[in-house]
């Protein structure tokens, strides 16, 4: 039982074969029989043009014409102006621009949030607030830590100079009111 199975499974795989192989020499002999394209004149019926044709001649042309078209397109594309209308393609000054203007927003961003820490602190020393509460607003801005204050003989020298210009100018300016 089992062999006969085989033998028929055998029989209907060389059949099919069989006439795969027909239909194929069908198509091959198609494809290499000549016909002939002639082009005439309505009215004098006089031959324009002829010319002798088969399937794997009219198979090539029009398979090198698509290649070529293709490629053309291509090469037109991506040498000249035209790709700028591909939509979603951005040129290379343009993403260069916007990575520019990107860095640009976050370093003002940053700035500007330095200085509304600053204005806060300015506006809480206004308001009376404690140093210390000053001082971890102006932290924010610039770490002090890092900050090494030393106070130098010429430093105490010129601020009590100004601080005597300063006491002049109020002096002078009492005796002006005073006149």
Known sequence: M??????????????????LSSKWQDFSERMRHKRR?????????????????????????????AITLIVLTTLLIAFTPLRGLIPGYIKTEQREEILRSAHTIDSLENVIQ??????????????????????QKADEIVDNRKIVYQHSKEDSLLRREVE?????????????VKK
């Open 2 to 19: 089992g062999s006969d199975w085989f033998n028929t499974i055998k029989e209907k795989g060389a059949a099919i074969r069989l006439r």
């Open 37 to 65: 394209l002639v082009v005439m004149d309505t009215d004098t019926f006089k031959e324009q043009f002829s010319m002798e044709l088969t399937g794997v001649n009219v198979f090539t042309v029009v398979g090198i014409s």
């Open 114 to 135: 330095q200085n509304e820490v600053l204005i806060s602190a300015i506006q809480d020393a206004i308001d009376g607030k404690t140093h210390t509460a000053v001082q």
């Open 164 to 176: 005597q210009r300063h006491k002049q100018q109020a002096a002078s300016l009492k005796r002006t």
